[in-house]
């Protein structure tokens, strides 16, 4: 089995918010921007994987922060760990304009992608490498996380969940 390292696939995807993209308060629309985090962490799993890649599964996304029409948006996207055919891929979301350069996160979320053979049947993908602190930190909590979705999703019995058990026995 191949392995990879994050920045082998570290993704940054650029959108200027357009009138089209906003509701009546000129705020650019929930879902436009979540499809903009599933298209950055897309092609950020394809070239994890080299293979094709079908979004699994999207944690928790909260809209604290309004992003205005005209702004810039930057979003990042980066492999945390890859499983068996599946992998979990850690996206931000930054705002600037063109009158002040300053970037603002606004938000952040963990989406599960999992990788498909020719016949669309999952594929297994190469292992990821974490190099960084961050990188160490987000692989080790990424089974926990992988734990949590598949309980939810109904994939997992809740007395299967290690991981997350172990949060609450420390
Ligand atoms: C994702 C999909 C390929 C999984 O197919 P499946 O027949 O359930 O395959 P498996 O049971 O072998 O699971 C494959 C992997 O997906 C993971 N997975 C499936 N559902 C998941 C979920 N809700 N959350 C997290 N991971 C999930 C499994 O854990 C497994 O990972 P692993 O191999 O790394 O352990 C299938 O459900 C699908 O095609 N979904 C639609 C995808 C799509 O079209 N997305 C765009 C939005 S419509």
New binding site residues.
Partial sequence: MSSKKVADSFTTFTEIVMPNDTNPMHNLMGGNLLKWMDIACGICGGKHANKIV????VDNVSFSRPIKIGDIVTITAQVTRA?????EIFVEVFKENFRSSEKVKCNEAFL?F?A?DDD?R?VTIPELIPETEDENRRFISALRR?EL??VL?G?MKPEEAKELKEIFLQ
Avoid: H, I
């Fill in positions: 079908v979004t699994a599964a499983f068996n055919t599946s992998m599960t999992v498909l669309g999952p992988r979705r598949l999703a994939r």
